[in-house]
């Protein structure tokens, strides 16, 4: 019999049933190993990311919080890395690669001296390497030091690639470019020099040390104060002399104001200032000062002897603080023309008089103090 075409004898079901069978089970095997070859990866990826992350925060100690560690300029990254793996420093190179591979490749790691604190965690690493830093020195000016004071100090610190000396130093605060927007009749840097504390690097230079204080005095001087200044009848230059007088006669911030009344009704009533910092002050800049006033610093011939001279000095006599500053632009409203150091209180504070009868009495007491005190 000849078998119709589409027709299926009854042994070919079998075989269909067989190949469906064994496709079905091929592809749910294919289907089983991808979900756990998934799985597995997830497992992986999830592992590292946990390696990853607690490589990355977790803080080690080390033995070098203490020393600099010099990263020189041109190194690559990665050798940066391998000279902190060596240093002991950064314990988890392996991860902060990758980090920096995956996450960080335009990270500029910069060159410079570190101290690296411990413990310390691969992260905190690389934030210091990326801020850079530069090993510095901390240059203190105290307040009431003149320009030749603080030629020396600098001179002493930071003498510059050339090793300046204080003379040549103290000829760079000649510069009165870098003040001519704020005393055009300046012929020194003298009181824009603003004490405090600096940091600066090693290799610093004093043209820079010098700018960088000009610039310091003036950040520190506010804009109101050219009103204040007004208001009293002032220049700024001179409320720059008259701060660095009150700087030298009184280191109570709480008196200024005060000593500063003093200044301002002498001025008023014509009578001499009488300031013995200003004696000091050209003891200092002829270059004989001893620690003593002596009769001829008294009776020296000299625009800055206030003894002699009526009015204020010709310019400021030291570097003056913002307390100084604030005293002379809001004195306080007194009587007061004379004043003697408070032996007695012995904190650098002062007696204040509105008579010369008062005062006499005030000045014996403290000149048998002192004579008491060069006894001993």
């Known amino acids: 019999m000849t078998k119709s075409i589409g027709q299926n004898t009854h042994k070919d079901f079998p075989k269909a049933d067989i190949r469906c069978t064994l496709k079905m089970d091929c592809t749910m095997k294919f289907v089983r190993w991808l979900v756990a070859l998934f799985l597995i990866s997830a497992l992986m990826a999830g592992g590292v990311a946990v390696w990853l992350y607690t ?171 050219d009103a204040l200044a007004r208001k009293v009848g002032k220049t700024k230059r001179e409320i720059v002399i008259i701060a660095s007088l009150i700087e030298n006669e009184s280191k109570v911030d709480a008196e200024r104001d005060l000593i500063a009344s003093v200044i301002y009704n002498r001025l008023q009533q014509g009578i001499r200032l009488g300031i013995d910092a200003t004696n000091v002050y050209i003891a200092k800049s002829l270059g004989r000062w001893d620690g003593i006033i002596h009769k001829s610093d008294v009776e020296i011939d000299h625009p800055y002897n206030t003894r002699k001279v009526y009015g204020l000095p010709p310019g400021p006599i030291s570097s003056a603080s913002k307390s100084s500053l604030e005293a002379a632009l809001k004195p306080a409203q007194t009587d007061y023309l004379y004043y003697v150091l408070n032996v007695e209180a012995g904190d650098g504070s002062h007696h204040f008089y509105t008579n010369a009868r008062d005062f006499a009495k005030g000045k014996a007491a403290y000149q048998r103090w002192l004579a008491e005190q060069r006894k001993k």
């Open 55 to 225: 490589s990355l925060h977790r803080q080690v100690s080390h033995d070098k919080a203490t020393e600099y560690i010099t990263i020189e300029k041109g190194l690559a990254s990665y050798r940066i890395l391998d000279v902190l793996e060596d240093q002991q420093i950064l314990q988890a190179p392996l991860a902060t690669k990758i980090y920096l591979y995956l996450f960080k490749k335009d990270a500029k790691l910069e060159a410079g001296d570190y101290l690296f604190p411990s413990p310390i965690s691969p992260l905190e690493v690389l934030q210091l390497l990326r801020d850079g830093k530069n090993r510095t020195k901390t240059l203190t000016i105290p307040e009431g030091w003149t320009r030749f004071e603080i030629a020396e100090r600098i001179a002493n610190q930071f003498p510059g690639d050339t090793e300046l000396t204080a003379k040549e130093v103290l000829a760079l605060m000649d510069d009165v470019s870098l003040i001519r927007d704020i005393d055009p009749k300046a012929t020194n840097l003298e009181g824009y020099l603003y004490p405090t504390s600096y940091q600066f690097e090693l290799d610093a230079q004093p043209e820079s040390i010098i700018a960088r204080m000009v610039d310091q005095f003036k950040s520190t001087w506010q804009p109101e104060w």
